[in-house]
C-alpha cells in the first residue's frame, strides 16, 4: 500500500494529464462513432453541436429548461429540471473541478495552444492581482444571464415582451466550444454568421467574434477562457460537496509560491492562504499542477473520499524536476 | 401507357394548394392515388376528412411563421390546445422551438415530427377506400405488424406508439394498401407515411445508429418508394431545398425499373423522372424561396414534397376470380424541406468576424507587449 | 609606498591569523568524538581554503562574488561564471575591518569588508563583479564603499516587503535586468539550456541538503549541527558537482549508522533550533557551545546554513521567459530574512521546524549591530514561550573573548531543558 502510494506520489501528474486529456478529448469529441454516451447533463463542454459527441455539457440543456413558462417550470417538468440538475451535481461531485482540468475538450483545446505557443518561444500574458479579480466575476454574471435571457423567453419580466426563440441558447452562441469542437468532427457548419433573423445575425456575429478572441487569448494566455467560464461558476456551487477535493495543510506551507508559479489560472490562495484546508477556489480546474510543485511533505494533496491519492512529498517533487528531459 | 402527369398527380397537387387557399381548379379532384395524412386528434369519427397535409403543426408553423394571412393561421390552431394536452406538454413552444431548440438554429433542421406522441392518428385520403384495405407499420426495428383500418365509417385508423426507447424509436413506415378491378385494370394502391417517433427524453441511444436510421422497404408492398437521407443522425429533418433526392421503388421488396416517379412541390414545381436499372431516381430538388429581403427570411420555412410512382404490368392476374390482363400499380408518398443553410449561413462573414476577433485581440495584445517594454514615464495624479 | 608596505603587512598578518583561527574552529570540530569519516573532505576543504590568506576557487571560469543568499546563483551559472558567496565568518578579517568600518556596525558586514580591503590588490582582478541585493542597510551601504575601492559593483534592487503583488513584479524585473547585466559581465549569453542546467545542478544540490537535513532530525542523531554548518557553509564556494559528491557519501555514511543505530552523541541530549544571525566558518562559536554543552542543533533557521538549498526553483515553460522570474520568485517568495517586512512567515518557519523536528528549546543568536535580527528577537521570544518553547537569546560578535562567558549561559540553559523534561516526564 504504502508503495502504491509512493508511486504514485513519486508520478507526473502533467504527463498523466496530457494523455488524460487526450483520451477524455477523443472520448467526448468521437465518442459518437463507438455508440457511447456517457450522459447528458455533463458538467463539462461537451458540445452538443458536435454530432459524434459522446456525451453532452449540461449548459444547453439547461438553458432550454429554463425557456419554460413558470408554470411549466413549477410543476411536472419542474422535477425534470430538477432530475437535470440533481444528475450534473451527481457527475460533478465524482471529479469535482478535475471535470476542467482533465476532461473539458475546450480546455484542453487551451492547453494545446499553449503547448504550440511554448514551442514557439512566445511569452505568455498575466493578469495583475486587480484584474483578475476583476475577470473572475465574469463568469457569473454570464451564468445569471443565460438564466435570465431563456426565462424571458417562456415569461414576460416586467411586463415586458417575451423574447423569440431565436434567444434560445444564448451562452451556447457565444461560447468557443460551438464553433470549434464540431470542427473535430469535420462540421464546419458552425463558422457562419446566421442571417435568417437579426438575433441570430447578433448571436452568430458574437460567436464568431469570440471564437477569434478566443483563439488569440488562450495562445497568449493560459487557460484564457475558463476565467469566464459560467460552467465553472455552476460547478462552484457544488464544489464543497464533491468526493475529490484538493486540501492544503497551512502548517506545512513555506509560502515559497512553487504552487502559485505553475498555476495556469493565477490563484494567489494556493500560495498564501494558509488558513483554508479546502483550496478548490472558483477558476481552479483541479490540474493538480500545483501539487506536483509542491516541494513540501504532505502540504498539498488530492484525495478522493478522505483517501489521498495524490500528495506533494519532497522526493516526488526531486524526482519529477530532476529527472531527464531533452 | 399513361401520361406522365397522372390524375392522381394532379389530385395531389390540388389537395396541397387547396390547403394554403390557393385553390385553382377543382375538377381535376379526382386522383388514383391513396394518400395517408395525420389526422386533427380532436376530430369526431364522423367528421368531415380534412384535405391531407402535413403533420401537426405544419400548417400552424408555417402560416405564423411566413406571416401567411390569418385564415389559415386560424384553420390550423385549434387543434393544438388539445392536442398539446393529450401529450402531456402544455404550452409547448412550436416552430423553431421544441426539443432541440439549439439544433434548430442555423441547421434548419425541422422537429415537428421530433416530438413523441402516445397514439398517431392518420386518415386516408381520399375517402373512397376499397372495403379490403388494409394498413401495416414498418417499425424502427424492421419489424412489421398490421394496423387496423376502419372502413366502414371513415378511413382513420390509429398507431399506438409507447412512450420509450423501444422498437417503435425512430423512423417508422406506415402503409395503407388497397386494390381493386377498375376498367379492366386491376388498379393496386399503396400510401406510404413516415413518422419519427423519438423524444430527447428517451436518451440517445439510437443516434447515428446505421441500422436504425436506415430507410426501409416493406417486402409486402406492392410498390414502396423509399426515400434515402431524408433524416439526419439524431432524427431531425435533413432535407434541405436544392438537395438530391436519391429515390429507391420496390415492389414486394425488389427494385424495378422504369417506373414513373413525379415529385411535386406545394409551390407547383414538378418534375418526372423513371427509375433506372436499379430502381433508382435521382432528383435535385428545386430551390424555391426568396423573400423580398433577407429580414423576412424564416429559416423554418417549410417546402412540402409530394410524390407519385407508378407503373403498370402486362401480363394476367387474377382478383377474386377475375381475370385481367394489366395490373397498375401506383404509390404516394410526401416528405417537407426547409431552406438550405447556405441560403442565410455565410461562412465569408463568419471568418471575417472570426479573423476580426483573432487579429484585433492579437494585434491588442501585441501592442501591450510592446507598451509594456518602455519604461513608466511619467505618474499622473488623478484630482 | 609606504602604503603599499603596510597593506602588504596587514595582509600577511591577517592571513595568519585566518590560519590559525580556522585551525582552532576545525580543531574544536573535530575534537567531538564520531566525526564521520566522510567529513573529512569537508575537513580538509577548509583547511586548505583557509590555510594561506582567502583563496578563492580558481578553474579559468570568471568569478562573481555574491554578498547575500539572496543572489540568484543560478543565473551566474548559466552565464559561464562561478558564484561565489563572500559572507565570512573570520574575525580576522572582522578585526581588519574595523578600521574603517564603524564599530557598532555588524560583524559580518565587517569582516566581508575586511576580507575586501586586506585583498584589495587580488580580488578586485579576481572577480568580475560583486553583486549586493539591497536587503539590510548595512550590505546596501557596503556597495558604496566596494565602489570606493574600485570593485567593479553590481546592485541587485530587492524590495522591502514580499507580499504585494507589485513587489513580486519589481523583484523579478531586477531580477531580469541583472540575467542581462550578468551575462554582458560574464560574456555569455545565458540561454534556456544552461540556464535549466544550473537549475538542475542547484536542485540536485537542494535535494541532498535536504536528505541530510532529514537524518540531521532522526531521534537517533547520526550527526551533529555543527558539521551540517561545514557542510552548507561549503557550497558559499565549493564546486557544486564536487559538493554534491561528497554529501552523497556523507549521506550514505549517516544512512548506514541510522541502519546500525549507531548514535553520534547521547540520544538524550537536548534537540535545539538554532536562528538568527548566521554562523559562517569560522565563526561557528556557538553552534560549537552549544554541542560542547551537550546540546544537539536539529535544525537551524539561518541564511548560512538550512535556507540556503531548502527552496527550489519551479518552472512551467523551459523558456527564459518563464526561467527567469521563477529563479527570482525562488528567491523572494518563501524569503524568511528579517529585512523583510511583514516577515510573520520567520515565526511560522520556526515554529514548524520546532514542531517537525520536535525541538525542546531554540537559541537565538544576533550579531551585535545586526539590527534586523536583535530586532525580531522579542517576537520570536514571544511566540515560542506561548508554545512553551524555551528560547536563549545571545547577542555576540565574532570576537573569542565572550567564550567563558557564553558556555556558561548556554551550559544553564541546556540544563534547564533537562530539568524542564524530567519534571514533564
Redesign the interface.
Known amino acids: 500500500m504504502s508503495s502504491i502510494r509512493r508511486f504514485l506520489n513519486n508520478s507526473d501528474i502533467n504527463r498523466f494529464r496530457f494523455y488524460f486529456q487526450l483520451f477524455a478529448f477523443v472520448l467526448l469529441v468521437y465518442g459518437g462513432y463507438l455508440a457511447i454516451n456517457i450522459g447528458e447533463q455533463l458538467p463539462t463542454f461537451a458540445c452538443v453541436f458536435g454530432e459524434k459527441r459522446g456525451g453532452s455539457c449540461y449548459l444547453l440543456g439547461f438553458q432550454h429548461q429554463m425557456t419554460f413558462p413558470y408554470a411549466r417550470l413549477f410543476s411536472g417538468p419542474g422535477i425534470g429540471v430538477l432530475i437535470g440538475l440533481a444528475t450534473f451535481a451527481g457527475f460533478f461531485i465524482i471529479f469535482n473541478k478535475a471535470w476542467c482540468g482533465f476532461a473539458c475538450p475546450l480546455g484542453t483545446i487551451q492547453d494545446w495552444l499553449t503547448i504550440l505557443r511554448r514551442k514557439m518561444g512566445i511569452y505568455y500574458s498575466n493578469y495583475s492581482e486587480p484584474v483578475f479579480k476583476g475577470l473572475s466575476t465574469i463568469k457569473y454574471i454570464l451564468l445569471a444571464l443565460l438564466i435570465l435571457i431563456p426565462m424571458a423567453i417562456g415569461n414576460s419580466f416586467f411586463g415586458l415582451p417575451t423574447l423569440n426563440h431565436d434567444f434560445g441558447v444564448p451562452f451556447c452562441m457565444i461560447c468557443p466550444g460551438r464553433t470549434l469542437l464540431p470542427l473535430f468532427n469535420g462540421d464546419i457548419s458552425q463558422l457562419t454568421i446566421d442571417f435568417s433573423s437579426k438575433t441570430k445575425m447578433v448571436f452568430s456575429g458574437l460567436g464568431m467574434g469570440v471564437t477569434g478572441m478566443f483563439l488569440a487569448g488562450a495562445f497568449a494566455k493560459k487557460r484564457f477562457f475558463c476565467l469566464f467560464c459560467p460552467m465553472s461558476a455552476l460547478h462552484y456551487i457544488f464544489s464543497r460537496a464533491s468526493l475529490l477535493r484538493l486540501t492544503k495543510d497551512g502548517e506545512k506551507c513555506t509560502r515559497c509560491g512553487n504552487c502559485y508559479r505553475v498555476c495556469d489560472v493565477g490563484i494567489r490562495a494556493i500560495a498564501d492562504d494558509l488558513d483554508h484546508k479546502n483550496i478548490v477556489k472558483d477558476d481552479c480546474m483541479m490540474c493538480l499542477k500545483c501539487v506536483s510543485a509542491c516541494p513540501e511533505d504532505d502540504c498539498l494533496k488530492a484525495t478522493y473520499l478522505g483517501i489521498p491519492l495524490y500528495e506533494s512529498t519532497a522526493e516526488g517533487f526531486f524526482r519529477r524536476r530532476l529527472k531527464k528531459d531533452d | 401507357m399513361k401520361g406522365v402527369y397522372s390524375r392522381g398527380f394532379f389530385a395531389t397537387c390540388l389537395s396541397l394548394v387547396l390547403l394554403l387557399g390557393l385553390c385553382p381548379d377543382l375538377s381535376m379532384a379526382k386522383t388514383d392515388a391513396i394518400w395517408i395524412a395525420p389526422a386533427k386528434a380532436e376530430r369526431k369519427p364522423s367528421g368531415q376528412p380534412g384535405q391531407p397535409h402535413h403533420p401537426e403543426g405544419h400548417g400552424e408553423s408555417s402560416a405564423q411563421q411566413s406571416g401567411r394571412p390569418a385564415q389559415t393561421s386560424q384553420a390550423g390552431r385549434p387543434g393544438r390546445p388539445e392536442q398539446a394536452k393529450q401529450s402531456g406538454r402544455p404550452g409547448r413552444p412550436s416552430g423553431s422551438g421544441g426539443e432541440h431548440a439549439g439544433h434548430g438554429g442555423s441547421s434548419g433542421r425541422f422537429e415537428s415530427e421530433h416530438r413523441p406522441l402516445p397514439v398517431r392518428t392518420y386518415q386516408i385520403v381520399p375517402e373512397q377506400l376499397l372495403p379490403e384495405a388494409r394498413a401495416m407499420i414498418l417499425q424502427a426495428d424492421g419489424t412489421a405488424r398490421d394496423l387496423d383500418v376502419e372502413t366502414c365509417h371513415t378511413n382513420v385508423f390509429s398507431v399506438k406508439l409507447p412512450m420509450e426507447e423501444g422498437p417503435m424509436h425512430g423512423p417508422n413506415n406506415i402503409y395503407v394498401f388497397d386494390q381493386q378491378i377498375k376498367d379492366g385494370v386491376l388498379e393496386v394502391r399503396t400510401a406510404k407515411w413516415l413518422t419519427i417517433h423519438h423524444s430527447c427524453g428517451w436518451g440517445h441511444d439510437y443516434r447515428n445508429d446505421p441500422e436504425r436510421l436506415k430507410a426501409r422497404s416493406l417486402e409486402s408492398a406492392p410498390l414502396d418508394i423509399v426515400v434515402d437521407n431524408l433524416w439526419d443522425g439524431n432524427f431531425h429533418n435533413a432535407l434541405h431545398s436544392g438537395d438530391e433526392l436519391v429515390i429507391r421503388v420496390f415492389s414486394y421488396g425488389k427494385p424495378v425499373a422504369g417506373v414513373t416517379l413525379t415529385i411535386i412541390t406545394e409551390k407547383g414545381w414538378t418534375k418526372r423522372k423513371k427509375t433506372d436499372a436499379d430502381g433508382i431516381a435521382r432528383v435535385q430538388l428545386i430551390r424555391d424561396y426568396y423573400p423580398s429581403t433577407w429580414q423576412l427570411f424564416k429559416r423554418t420555412e417549410l417546402g412540402k414534397l409530394a410524390m407519385t410512382a407508378e407503373f403498370t404490368k402486362e401480363g394476367a392476374s387474377n382478383y377474386k376470380g377475375e381475370v385481367v390482363d394489366k395490373t397498375h400499380y401506383i404509390s404516394s408518398f410526401s416528405w417537407k424541406y426547409v431552406p438550405a443553410g447556405d441560403d442565410y449561413n455565410s461562412y465569408s462573414y463568419g471568418l471575417l468576424i472570426g479573423s476580426l476577433g483573432f487579429l484585433g485581440s492579437g494585434f491588442g495584445i501585441f501592442q501591450y507587449r510592446l507598451k509594456r517594454r518602455k519604461p513608466k514615464k511619467t505618474v499622473v495624479f488623478d484630482e | 609606498m609606504i602604503e603599499s608596505e603596510r597593506q602588504a603587512r596587514v595582509k600577511k598578518s591577517t592571513s595568519l591569523h585566518l590560519a590559525m583561527e580556522a585551525a582552532e574552529t576545525l580543531r574544536q570540530i573535530t575534537e567531538f568524538p564520531d566525526n564521520p569519516e566522510s567529513m573529512a573532505y569537508f575537513y580538509d576543504l577548509y583547511q586548505s581554503r583557509f590555510k594561506d590568506g582567502m583563496i578563492l576557487p580558481q578553474n579559468g571560469k570568471k568569478l562573481v562574488g555574491t554578498m547575500c543568499l539572496q543572489v540568484p546563483d543560478e543565473l551566474i551559472v548559466a552565464a559561464g561564471a562561478v558564484p561565489v558567496r563572500l559572507c565570512s565568518g573570520a574575525y580576522a578579517f572582522d578585526q581588519a575591518g574595523g578600521d574603517f568600518m564603524p564599530a557598532k556596525s555588524c560583524p559580518l558586514v565587517r569582516a566581508t569588508m575586511g576580507m575586501l580591503q586586506v585583498n584589495n590588490d587580488t580580488m578586485k582582478d579576481n572577480l568580475s563583479t560583486v553583486v549586493i541585493p539591497t536587503t539590510c542597510d548595512q550590505k546596501r551601504s557596503s556597495a558604496q564603499m566596494l565602489r570606493d575601492m574600485d570593485y567593479p559593483v553590481t546592485v541587485l534592487e530587492m524590495p522591502a516587503t514580499k507580499e504585494s503583488?507589485e513587489a513580486r513584479?519589481y523583484w523579478q524585473e531586477s531580477v531580469k535586468q541583472f540575467a542581462l547585466t550578468i551575462q554582458k559581465i560574464c560574456g555569455r549569453k545565458i540561454t534556456a539550456k544552461s540556464l535549466?542546467a544550473a537549475v538542475?545542478s542547484k536542485?540536485?544540490a537542494?535535494?541532498l541538503f535536504?536528505s541530510l537535513q532529514q537524518l540531521r532530525t532522526e531521534s537517533n542523531p547520526v550527526i551533529l549541527g555543527k558539521d551540517i554548518w561545514l557542510v552548507s557553509n561549503s557550497y558559499f564556494f565549493d564546486d557544486p558537482d564536487q559538493w554534491c559528491q561528497a554529501v552523497r557519501g556523507l549521506i550514505a555514511e549517516l544512512e548506514s549508522r541510522k541502519s546500525e543505530n549507531f548514535s553520534a552523541i547521547n540520544r538524550k541530549a537536548p534537540r535545539l533550533l538554532f536562528t538568527g544571525s548566521p554562523p559562517i566558518f569560522p565563526n561557528l562559536k556557538l553552534p560549537i557551545l552549544v554541542e560542547q554543552a551537550g546540546g544537539l542543533v536539529v535544525a537551524d533557521e539561518t541564511c548560512s546554513s538550512q535556507r540556503l538549498l531548502?527552496?527550489?526553483v519551479?518552472?512551467?515553460?523551459?523558456?527564459l521567459?518563464?526561467m527567469v522570474p521563477?529563479i527570482a520568485?525562488?528567491y523572494l517568495?518563501?524569503c524568511t530574512c528579517p529585512c523583510l517586512t511583514p516577515n510573520t512567515?520567520r515565526a511560522?518557519?520556526i515554529?514548524?521546524l520546532v514542531?517537525s523536528s520536535r525541538v525542546e528549546g531554540v537559541v537565538y543568536q544576533a550579531f551585535s549591530g545586526c539590527m534586523p535580527y536583535e530586532m525580531e528577537q522579542r517576537a520570536i521570544g514571544d511566540m515560542l514561550s506561548r508554545e512553551g518553547i524555551p528560547m536563549l537569546f545571545v547577542e555576540t560578535d565574532y570576537s573569542p573573548e565572550d567564550q567563558g562567558q557564553l558556555s556558561t549561559r548556554v551550559e544553564a540553559f541546556i540544563e534547564s531543558i533537562k530539568v524542564r523534561r524530567r519534571k514533564t516526564q
Open positions: 503583488d513584479t535549466n538542475r536542485l540536485e537542494g535535494k535536504r531548502h527552496d527550489a519551479v518552472f512551467d515553460e523551459k523558456n521567459y518563464d521563477a520568485d525562488r517568495k518563501p512567515d511560522k518557519k515554529l514548524d514542531k
